[in-house]
């Protein structure tokens, strides 16, 4: 397996407060990506890293934030959380061109 | 955003049966992937492919990377209750940014 945890594995938290998801790898990989997965959606892609301290939107990047200061470590951020944020998140990794996903983190916002 | 057409959506059938599930483009891509997804759990990578025609097999499972490279299927032979999951499609169409775009998933639901 490869070795990706996120953390937490899940949280329930309140509209409007400010919440920050983990992902962190022990593989040296250069990609990492943060996806959302909801019901007839599949996976989409939130953000992605291709470095310490280079990151660049997904297809849903609205309303989240990510920061990559150390090459094993990944935040997301969600500012201000909203209802429609309530989801799985996926944190993925890759060297060249196969992903390997961590376990995912379900939140949910009330 | 761009997405993959993976059919069908949803398959039930009784154990020993073969299955086939499909990916469609309307972009080319360089690599194609076939993930399975149990449930409460990440995606687990199956398959690589990445050469056009190219036939790959994982044990009972099988894909191709299309002709065209448009396309791709995945077959499993004599599916037992623990093939029970959601399978995924996924390719690279090349650039520096290593994105992979994912098809919509096919439900597999194995009968014993």
């Known amino acids: 397996d490869a070795g990706i945890t996120q953390s937490p594995r899940h949280k329930v938290t309140e509209t409007g407060t400010p919440v920050t998801l983990r992902c962190h790898q022990t593989?040296?990989?250069?990609?990492m990506y943060w996806y959302r997965q909801d019901p007839g959606h599949g996976l989409r892609l939130i953000h992605y890293?291709?470095?310490?301290?280079?990151?660049d939107k997904g297809e849903v990047s609205d309303g989240y934030s990510v920061s990559r200061s150390k090459t094993e470590d990944f935040l997301l951020t969600l500012e201000s959380a909203t209802s429609s944020q309530t989801s799985v998140y996926f944190c993925a990794i890759s060297d060249r061109d196969r992903e390997s996903f961590g376990p995912g983190t379900r939140l949910t916002v009330t | 955003g761009q997405q993959l057409n993976q059919s069908p959506q949803s398959m039930f059938i009784q154990e020993g049966e073969d299955v086939s599930m499909n990916c469609t483009s309307s972009s080319i891509f360089n690599t194609w992937l076939w993930y399975k997804q149990d449930p409460g759990e990440g995606p687990v990578l199956l398959i690589a492919?990445?050469?056009?025609?190219e036939l790959t097999s994982n044990g009972r499972l099988t894909a191709q990377f299309g002709i065209t490279r448009k396309d791709s299927f995945l077959n499993i032979s004599a599916s037992i209750p623990s093939d029970v999951g959601i399978y995924f499609c996924a390719g690279h169409y090349g650039g520096a940014t290593n994105k992979l775009i994912f098809g919509t998933g096919t439900l597999l639901a194995v009968q014993p």
């Open positions: 890293s291709y470095g310490v301290k280079d990151t």
């Open positions: 492919l990445y050469k056009a025609g």
């Open positions: 593989e040296n990989h250069r990609y």
